[in-house]
């Protein structure tokens, strides 16, 4: 079961920042969405395996040097704000239903 986690991390300093967000680019494979504009810290979203994945990349960078705090969190729920989405999904559920 995929489970959607988010990141927010924040930093010592700048350049501290700039160097593990570079850590999270290379090392972090399953980023869906990062935000690294903000000064003091960076908010990254996840797709892990488990929660036990979650537990272990919050772990890997709590110990990454000049990481100050970290704080992880589940996505439980998705709110969307239109009903865009749930048009395209039945546009491509009834195409699949009924193929022409």
Known sequence: M???????VMYDNQATKERVNGEFMQN???????????RDYSSLTMACQNVSEVDKI?????NLDGVKKVEA???????FLTNWMDEQIEECSSK???PK
């Open 73 to 79: 969190g589940i996505v439980k729920e998705f709110v």
């Open 2 to 8: 995929t489970v959607i986690c988010n990141l927010l």
């Open 58 to 62: 919050r772990e890997w960078v709590e």
């Open 96 to 98: 699949v239903r009924d």
């Open 28 to 38: 972090l494979g399953s980023i869906i969405f990062a935000n690294f504009s903000e």
